[in-house]
């Protein structure tokens, strides 16, 4: 199973970038997958997250309305759309494919399946 991320790049502050989980080994559609980050000195944390079930997308307070997480089944890949972006944006995002709920990300008690490798986003002021 590979996770394979992408997109990521230097922007400045009020730009957008998407970013690519393209998968392999691993059909996404029947998993939740899920995109965390985590800044320098700072704890990783989860982000935005679509579910298997329905296709419900989650997302973190601090990025409502900004970010939008999708899927491509026929792809086999999971995007995040970011918009407005803002220095404290600025991380190492990673796609994951979760073991259970999406809901669980935000617990900070929640278990991944696989990880993908990261791609870095900076956001210049």
């Known amino acids: 199973v590979q996770l394979q991320a992408s997109g990521g790049g230097l922007v400045q502050t009020g730009g957008s970038l998407r970013l690519s989980c393209a998968a392999s080994g691993v059909s996404l559609d029947y998993y939740a997958i899920g995109w965390f980050r985590q800044a320098p000195g700072k704890e990783r944390e989860g982000v935005s997250c679509i579910s298997s079930s329905d296709g419900s997308t989650y997302s973190a307070e601090s990025v409502k309305g900004r970010f939008t997480i999708s899927r491509d089944n026929a792809k086999n890949t999971v995007y995040l759309q970011m918009n407005s972006l803002a220095p404290e944006d600025t991380a190492v995002y990673y796609c994951?494919?979760?073991?259970?709920?999406?809901?669980?990300?935000?617990?900070?008690?929640?278990?991944?399946?696989?990880w993908g490798q990261g791609t870095l986003v900076t956001v210049s002021s």
């Open positions: 994951a494919v979760v073991d259970g709920m999406c809901t669980t990300i935000y617990s900070g008690y929640y278990l991944i399946d696989y």
